[in-house]
């Protein structure tokens, strides 16, 4: 059993920077896939990115591509999200996720509780 917790929402200006981490217990396997999605209020929940454990190759969206950076910290089990250049549609929960297969199709066995990210104008 995995379990995720993400730390480091909040508020900010746009075009400011945030980074949010989430931190894995239990067996992160080589395969896997850590990263991040995020729900606004009265939306589904979008892919953000995520990175393969093992070689650290990562995807993003669209929206976010240039923008957001997806790392990763083996020793510590945790995996990063900066969030630079943010606007006010990036206000969201942002969720970190993790699964064996690509989480841009939603293939996610885990999932963290949530934290709120609020983009003001």
């Known amino acids: 059993q995995v379990q995720l917790v993400e730390s480091g929402g909040g508020l900010v200006q746009a075009g400011g920077p945030l980074r949010l981490s989430c931190e894995a217990s239990?067996?992160?396997?080589?395969?896997?896939?850590l990263g991040w999605f995020r729900q606004a209020p009265g939306k589904g929940r979008e892919f953000v990115g995520d990175?393969?454990?093992?070689?650290?190759?990562?995807d993003y969206a669209d929206s976010v591509k240039g923008r957001f950076t997806i790392s990763r910290d083996s020793a510590k089990n945790t995996v990063y999200l900066q969030m630079n250049n943010l606007k006010p549609e990036d206000t969201a929960v942002y969720f970190c996720a993790a699964g064996r297969l690509s989480l841009r199709y939603m293939t996610v066995d885990y999932w963290g509780q949530g934290t709120q990210v609020t983009v003001s104008s």
């Open positions: 990175i393969r454990w093992s070689g650290g190759s990562t």
């Open positions: 239990g067996p992160i396997f080589s395969n896997y896939y």
